[in-house]
């Protein structure tokens, strides 16, 4: 009897010890992250008006920075990412698309906010054989740097050397 007792005991805790859940392999482990609005980025012509606003989110710390837009899997027309640099890490910059799951125009800016130069409909993982890829660099030193989707900067007629850009914050 007691042998029967504790043969029924090891079952139920047995059957009670059965994980349900998927593991790892079978689980789906894509990030998304939502697009979060902390303020507004107008282009400016050469007569220093406005042509085309936009909604953005502001990377202006170096973890900011490093996230970027990856983890997205799409963004709205006029949404779009400044990163906004410290007066002594202005410099060439070179974006890495690690994650990044859109084509993006990648816009350079000087201290002046004058456009320096664009990597237009970069890619994630073009330039290299692994996820995620480096993009043109900066041609000069940068302050800032706009993303927008891919193939924007032409549609609304944003040019390097004429473009300038302002900002604020909500």
């Given at each position: 009897?007691?042998?029967?007792i ?12 059965k994980d ?34 936009i ?36 410099r ?58 891919g193939?924007l ?18």
């Open positions: 009897m007691k042998k029967l504790l043969a029924a005991g090891l079952i139920v805790i047995a059957v009670g010890c349900d859940k998927p593991s790892v392999s079978e689980a789906t482990n894509t990030v998304e992250i939502e697009f979060s609005k902390q303020g507004e980025l107008e282009f400016l012509n050469a007569e220093g008006q406005p042509f085309k606003k909604d953005i989110e502001i990377a202006d710390t170096p973890n900011k920075r490093a996230r970027g837009l990856m983890d997205r899997s799409s963004m709205d027309e006029n949404d779009g990412m400044l990163f906004i640099f410290d007066d002594d890490e202005v060439k910059h070179t974006f890495y698309m690690k994650d990044t799951r859109i084509p993006l125009d990648i816009m350079y800016f000087g201290k002046d906010s004058t456009l320096i130069n664009i990597a237009r409909n970069a890619q994630p993982g073009a330039d290299t054989e692994q996820s995620g890829g480096t993009v043109a660099a900066a041609k000069e030193d940068s302050k800032f740097v706009v993303e927008i989707n193939g900067a032409d549609k609304w007629g944003i040019e390097e050397g004429v473009t300038k850009i302002s900002w604020n914050r909500d």
